[in-house]
């Protein structure tokens, strides 16, 4: 490798280092397992909500400093997008706003240990009236599987989480591995629980759009270089 050559290697190796603090885009994809709509299961029902149904979503974070007292696992405002969509229908938040109670929870101990994204206040729409939350769950029984009390970059492995439960979501800890669209009222609730095929960290366009002409450029030089 030429001296040029790998300067630019150095040079993209350092900014995608310091790409640390840019937002991180986690991709899920899975399959309704739980639906329960109430008034509007027919209106779920035509816009293809229902058990079986293929989901597919993101949530967009930033690592940033925990709530000040709320020791090393709140962090609300961090997530910046949260969306989820099955059938023809989607809902969730993709710009940040005062309005948006997100957050973060992170919460290592004796165990299980859970890391939990939600969005509290997505705009209300025809299926959920009344406000619904979006909630990205994560349960570890082993530790290690969430090291520290930071934000991760990147999921966990399905396969190293615990599995899938309605029981989790409905009558255990009130929340588990998958995804939740809920909506709680004095005398009723709905929700939707959704199982996890695919969950994993992309890359941000973003950055893509930094490092192309970069990359483009160093190995035009190593072109003319090494014709």
């Known amino acids: ?8 290697f150095m040079a993209l190796l350092a900014l995608a280092g310091s790409s640390s603090a840019a937002p991180i885009t986690w991709e899920f994809e899975g399959i309704v397992r739980y639906a329960d709509l109430g008034d509007g299961s027919a209106l ?11 989901a597919f979503g993101r949530v967009v974070y930033e690592s940033t400093t925990p709530e000040s007292g709320a020791g090393s ?33 992170l919460e290592p101990g004796p165990g299980p240990f859970d890391l939990e994204f939600a969005n509290g206040l997505p705009a209300p729409d025809a299926l959920f009236p009344s406000i619904p939350i979006l909630t990205l769950g994560l349960i570890a029984d082993t530790p290690g599987i969430f090291p520290d009390s930071s934000l991760p970059t990147a999921p966990a492995a399905l396969s190293a989480l615990r599995s899938f439960s309605i029981d989790d979501w409905l009558t255990g800890p009130g929340f588990g591995t998958g995804l939740q669209i809920y909506r709680g009222g004095p005398s009723d609730q709905e929700q939707v629980l959704v199982e996890f095929t695919r969950l994993e960290a992309v890359p941000e366009p973003a950055t ?20």
């Open 44 to 54: 779920g029902g035509s816009l293809g909500v229902s058990v079986g149904a293929s």
């Open 208 to 227: 893509f759009a930094l490092l192309a002409p970069l990359a483009l450029a160093f190995a035009a030089i190593g072109r003319r270089k090494n014709p």
């Open 73 to 105: 696992g709140t962090y609300p405002g961090a997530v910046s997008a949260f969306e989820v969509t099955i059938g023809s229908y989607t809902v969730g938040a993709l710009e940040p706003s005062p309005f948006n109670a997100f957050y973060v929870r």
């Open 1 to 8: 490798m030429t001296g040029i050559r790998f300067a630019g």
